[in-house]
């Protein structure tokens, strides 16, 4: 079966420019969640979408926002990018909500802003 | 709120011995742990998770980690390290935020393998 995919693999912007990364998840996985890993720290929660819902939101600022389709993939856009914004992006995916479910990651999408 | 410290951001080991990663958590309700590792330009791969059935948890790669309530400790270790076992290892917690549930991650650590 496959994994998380994610796409593009990487991406070059200039600040103020807008972009979009996709996320598909494993399939039968109705939740997917955006994180975002700058250079040498730990992943950071963005988003959670579960059945098309966003259900949590980290603290990250109003450019960016996400959604998810009927068919449970899900976009990450990101508004007037700022030279902060370069990080690798990575997706996750989990079956259900439940806090001991396990989440499973995608290769990321590797975002330099210029 | 849920959060989780690994101690040393850069470990080195000599191949076939011991490797110990240490991380602390802290959480006001029964925790479920996790760690992952991350190959470089990869994304990240689930060890092994404790969720409350075993206190020590067996993982892939002949990793295992021990969730100790007193000592509020999940370290992850491996009796002889391998070269292939060079990466970067995240400890996380899950965390409940409004209807979510996210993951809460340390700020990894480094293992190096020395030949």
């Known amino acids: 079966d496959a994994g998380v995919t994610q796409s593009p693999t990487h991406l070059i912007k200039t600040r103020g420019q807008h972009v979009t990364l996709r996320c598909s998840p494993i399939s039968g996985h109705k939740s997917v969640s955006w994180y975002q890993q700058v250079l040498g720290q730990g992943p950071q929660f963005i988003f959670q979408?579960?059945?098309?819902?966003?259900?949590g939101r980290g603290n990250f600022p109003d450019r960016f926002s996400a959604r998810q389709f009927p068919n449970y993939s899900s976009e990450l856009n990101v508004n007037a990018l700022l030279l902060g914004d370069s990080a690798l992006y990575l997706c996750?995916?989990?079956?259900?909500?439940?806090?001991?479910?396990?989440?499973?990651f995608g290769p990321g999408t590797r975002l330099l802003v210029l | 709120a849920q959060s989780v410290t690994q101690l040393g951001s850069h470990v080195s080991v000599s191949e076939g011995a011991l490797v110990l990663l240490r991380c602390n958590y802290s959480s006001s309700v029964p925790p479920y742990l996790f760690w992952y590792v991350q190959y470089p330009n990869q994304g990240l791969q689930l060890l092994l998770k404790?969720?409350?059935?075993?206190?020590l948890v067996k993982g892939i790669n002949g990793f295992e980690a021990e969730f100790k309530k007193s000592e509020t400790s999940f370290h992850l270790t491996k009796p002889s390290a391998h070269m292939s076992d060079a990466a970067e290892y995240f400890c996380?917690?899950?965390?409940?935020?409004?209807?979510?549930?996210?993951?809460?991650f340390g700020q990894g650590t480094r293992l190096t393998i020395n030949p």
């Open positions: 996750a995916s989990s079956a259900a909500l439940r806090p001991q479910e396990t989440q499973y």
């Open positions: 404790y969720t409350s059935a075993a206190t």
């Open positions: 996380a917690v899950s965390a409940h935020l409004q209807g979510a549930q996210k993951l809460v």
């Open positions: 979408y579960y059945e098309k819902e966003e259900r």
